[in-house]
């Protein structure tokens, strides 16, 4: 994060590239091309039903029923995207995007909170958790649940259901959909892999480490995060191809040993069925924040009306009405005025 923390000292404007990855697209690569047959229904079931992990709570606090897809309910989905290593305890996420699909609007939209976002961790089941932290660290304290609980509490909107999905197992299912072809912008040696710069076709391992790589980037962290959903819209891309479907135990297979996720394969099978004409118009979402080093910690500051007008926009698309987000800060830090006097360490622990 060094490398590229000169670069956030003024306004940041993230506009994320997730314009082609949702959760319909995830499920394109589970059934798309014909694998959803009858003779390979048995395999996807199993499949599904392994990467099933059920959240504590039915219902999220902030709905006041659950959403019914017969009625076409709007939904949000929480992606998470773990660097977790098996020999390494703990870790946190590099990638939590906000999914929400209208169906009757046919609209999707997608906003990517920064890794570094400052904000107070919330762990409903364990309120002695709840700390000031990096957002992303809410995964090492809690897991998906503690991230949905603080997700919703920085926003202030529903997150009804999550997928979860373990980087260092991309480069199985890069494997079984048969590689990717990727044009790498920096030529860099890392963990024994080393890649040129160009365009060039990536067997898994190459790919991990190419979605992997940050100290050699300009750009830094952002640029990691940019490299990583360029990888997951190749095997988008990949697993539409009926070519792949020869693979598919394999890929099967890959999926259900990374990813994690309380939706049951009902629930996908009627978002891919009725919730498609969403993904016909797919709008990304922008975070602004400041970059700010608190007790030698680089952070990401994002004010009370950025966090407002953010959860405005996402409870529309879920036909909420707008609902006052928990104040952080006492500031009056507006969406293009941003002061960090105004949100100092001492006032964001009073929260």
Known sequence: MNDSRSNHKKIIKRKPRWGRISLLALLILLFGGGI????VYNNVATAVNKMNKPLLRDVSAKRTSKVNFNNLDPISILLLGDDHRADEPGGNTDTMLVITINPKNKTTKLLSIPRDTRTK??????????????????YEYGGPEMCIDTVENFLNIPIDYYVNVNFQGFK????????????????????????????QHLNGLQALEY????????????GRQERQREVI???????????TLVNYNKILKALANNITTNLTLDDMINIASSYKPAAKKIDTMQIQGQGA????????????????????EIRASLNLAPSPVTKFYKGTGTRNSFSTTKMTVSELHEQ
């Open 172 to 199: 199985d299912i890069i494997d079984a959909v048969g590689g990717i072809d990727v044009n790498n912008k920096y030529a860099f040696e890392l963990d024994g892999v080393t890649l040129k710069t160009g365009p």
């Open 211 to 222: 979605a992997r790589m940050r100290h050699q980037d300009p750009r830094g962290d952002f």
């Open 36 to 39: 959803f047959f009858y003779n």
């Open 293 to 312: 080093t608190i007790h030698n910690t680089w952070y990401l500051l994002v004010d009370n009306q950025e966090r407002q007008t953010l959860s405005d």
């Open 121 to 138: 961790l919330i762990d409903n089941k364990d309120p002695s958790k709840n700390q000031v932290n990096k957002i992303n660290a809410s």
């Open 233 to 243: 819209s190749k095997i988008i891309d990949k697993g539409k191809s009926m070519s």
